[in-house]
């Protein structure tokens, strides 16, 4: 653990004197000694401390002023090699064994972690001047860093849910969450026209990993226990509200395809996923995405992949319940119940009763669902 230590505190010299280069030799043999933990329990410390390492190479890398390119590449091969050796592991029921060991680079949840450190760099770089000489230098390297970054995320993704793995949840989140800072840098002043396209496509390239997720049910059914409906939603609602940019309609584009493929294999699902539809569409007016989501819907009820028409029809129902009866509670803990107390109630009753009657044209002419069954 020392050693490993060591050796990171070496590569930071290297950073500091402006020679990313030099780190790649140690990088290499961080990511072996690392990987001493998927071989013996009792090393499993060893893989905590050199995944620290790599976090705060990591992130001094991105401050570094000079060319980055062949360190990103090998600091970001070496975290999915440890990571992928380390996935071979059993991971444990209750406390995962995965998420535990992989925390310092891929936890959302806890302090002094990559996460945390990348969400105040991108706060500062979005309150920076557009002529702060070290913030454009910090933008390009997050740039060069996100490049590639949808290559291993989208592998070690698929490794962690084909093994059943919890540390699916982290990643889940961890793509989401950075494909939200990726899009907010690209807005930031200090970005330039050029560097904020490139960033975009990174984004929307690393969201796209989430398109990959095998569609079977028993694939789909797992990730969705990890809340991915409300994930894709409130990253979608964000980017929206923010600029509706590239990676804003590109997360419109995955949550329509993830509500049809959860929503198909549970009535509950389906109905929740098109109530946060409707709030993301409704959340920003001027877009004027009603329309947009209705042929959307249209397309994904095609006749060649029918869905169950008792799911429908239950749907279509509790939708048409819903519009009329639906009211904003004082403290709503829901992100989805949250935005559509915030959109207009009138346009939500009306979009929710379009949505139904698409579902289910042959409910659409009973008395309001028996008049909301006698209540």
Same mark, same amino acid.
């Given at each position: *653990? %020392?050693?490993?230590?060591?050796?990171?505190?070496? !590569?930071?010299?290297?950073?500091?004197?402006?020679?990313? $280069?030099?780190i790649?030799?140690? /990088?290499?043999?961080?990511?072996?000694?690392?990987?001493?933990?998927?071989?013996?329990?009792?090393?499993r410390a /060893?893989?905590?401390?050199?995944?620290?390492?790599?976090? =705060?190479?990591?992130?001094?890398?991105?401050?570094?002023?000079?060319?980055? #390119?062949?360190?990103?590449?090998s600091?970001r $091969?070496?975290?999915?090699?440890?990571?992928?050796?380390?996935?071979n592991?059993? #991971?444990?029921p209750?406390?995962?064994?995965?998420?535990s060991?992989?925390?310092p680079?891929?936890?959302?949840?806890?302090?002094?972690?990559?996460?945390?450190?990348?969400?105040?760099?991108?706060?500062?770089?979005?309150?920076?001047?557009? #002529?702060?000489?070290?913030?454009?230098?910090?933008?390009?390297?997050? %740039?060069?860093?996100?490049?590639?970054?949808y290559?291993?995320q989208?592998?070690?993704?698929?490794?962690?849910?084909?093994?059943?793995?919890?540390?699916?949840?982290?990643?889940?989140?961890?793509?989401?969450?950075?494909?939200?800072?990726?899009?907010?840098?690209?807005?930031?002043?200090?970005?330039?026209?050029?560097?904020?396209?490139?960033?975009?496509?990174?984004?929307?390239?690393?969201?796209?990993?989430?398109?990959?997720?095998?569609? =079977?049910?028993?694939?789909?059914?797992?990730?969705?226990n990890?809340? *991915?409906?409300?994930?894709?939603? %409130?990253?979608?609602?964000?980017?929206?509200l923010?600029?509706?940019?590239?990676?804003?309609?590109?997360?419109?584009?995955?949550?329509?395809?993830?509500?049809?493929?959860?929503?198909?294999?549970?009535?509950?699902?389906?109905?929740?996923?098109?109530?946060?539809? !409707?709030?993301?569409?409704?959340?920003?007016?001027?877009? =004027?995405?009603?329309?947009?989501?209705?042929?959307?819907?249209?397309?994904?009820?095609?006749p060649?992949?029918?869905?169950?028409?008792?799911?429908?029809? =239950?749907?279509?129902?509790?939708?048409?319940?819903?519009? /009329?009866?639906?009211?904003?509670?004082?403290?709503?803990?829901?992100?989805?119940?949250?935005?559509?107390?915030?959109?207009?109630?009138?346009?939500?009753?009306?979009?929710?009763?379009?949505?139904?009657?698409?579902?289910?044209?042959r409910?659409?002419?009973?008395?309001?669902?028996?008049?909301l069954?006698? /209540?």
């Amino acid at each position: *653990m %020392e050693g490993v230590r060591l050796m990171g505190a070496s !590569a930071t010299l290297f950073l500091a004197a402006k020679e990313p $280069n030099g780190i790649v030799s140690t /990088v290499e043999k961080i990511s072996a000694l690392g990987c001493a933990g998927a071989i013996r329990s009792d090393f499993r410390a /060893v893989t905590l401390v050199a995944m620290e390492q790599f976090t =705060q190479l990591t992130f001094i890398l991105l401050g570094t002023n000079a060319r980055i #390119d062949f360190a990103c590449d090998s600091l970001r $091969n070496a975290v999915e090699n440890l990571a992928k050796m380390f996935l071979n592991v059993p #991971d444990a029921p209750l406390v995962s064994t995965h998420s535990s060991y992989l925390a310092p680079y891929y936890s959302l949840t806890k302090v002094g972690t990559l996460g945390t450190w990348l969400t105040n760099l991108c706060n500062s770089l979005i309150e920076s001047k557009s #002529d702060d000489k070290n913030a454009e230098v910090i933008v390009s390297n997050i %740039e060069t860093w996100a490049r590639e970054l949808y290559r291993t995320q989208k592998s070690l993704l698929l490794i962690s849910i084909e093994g059943k793995s919890s540390f699916a949840f982290d990643l889940v989140h961890w793509i989401t969450h950075v494909t939200k800072l990726l899009d907010a840098v690209a807005y930031a002043p200090v970005t330039d026209n050029s560097t904020r396209e490139s960033i975009e496509k990174h984004a929307t390239w690393l969201l796209s990993v989430i398109s990959w997720i095998p569609e =079977q049910k028993e694939t789909i059914l797992f990730v969705e226990n990890f809340s *991915m409906t409300d994930t894709l939603f %409130e990253l979608a609602r964000d980017t929206l509200l923010r600029n509706n940019g590239v990676v804003a309609e590109r997360a419109r584009e995955i949550l329509v395809d993830w509500v049809f493929a959860a929503g198909r294999y549970s009535w509950g699902r389906l109905e929740h996923g098109l109530e946060a539809l !409707a709030a993301l569409a409704l959340s920003k007016e001027e877009a =004027q995405l009603g329309t947009w989501l209705e042929a959307k819907i249209a397309r994904k009820l095609k006749p060649d992949e029918p869905f169950d028409s008792d799911l429908l029809d =239950q749907t279509a129902r509790n939708l048409r319940r819903l519009a /009329v009866s639906f009211h904003p509670r004082e403290f709503e803990t829901n992100s989805v119940k949250r935005a559509m107390a915030e959109v207009d109630p009138t346009k939500l009753r009306q979009l929710l009763t379009a949505i139904a009657d698409m579902l289910s044209p042959r409910t659409k002419d009973e008395r309001l669902a028996r008049k909301l069954d006698g /209540v």
